[in-house]
Nanobody
């Protein structure tokens, strides 16, 4: 199994920055297996759908939602089984619970963290 734990959320003023981390652990997680799998950040605000924010796959290939492109950067450190989301120039509309996700290659199973709250004040 895979466990995902997010950290780094908090309260920040508009224009500020935060870095979120998501660390994977579990019986099937290793530096090698972690590196094969795409990792994705989602977010969900109250009353709204859960939206994809950014994803990073094999070789560091990335994709971003238009709403965060140019402001957010996703990266990974496979040796630490960790994916990061650097968030700059934050806006109040970025306020949401941010979730870490992976669809695990080989099993096809989805794994989710419990989320970390990001609040951006105006």
């Amino acid at each position: 199994q895979v466990q995902l734990v997010e950290s780094g959320g908090g309260l920040v003023q508009a224009g500020g920055s935060l870095r979120l981390s998501c660390t994977a652990s579990g019986s099937i997680v290793s530096e090698t297996t972690f590196g094969r799998n795409a990792m994705t950040w989602y977010r969900q605000a109250p009353g709204k759908q859960r939206d994809l924010v950014a994803t990073i796959g094999f070789g560091g290939i990335t994709n971003y939602a238009d709403s965060v492109k140019g402001r957010f950067t996703i990266s990974r450190h496979n040796g630490r089984n960790t994916v990061y989301l650097q968030m700059n120039s934050l806006k109040p509309e970025d306020t949401a619970v941010y979730y870490c996700n992976t669809k695990w290659l080989g099993s096809g199973m989805d794994y989710w963290g419990k989320g970390t709250l990001v609040t951006v004040s105006s």
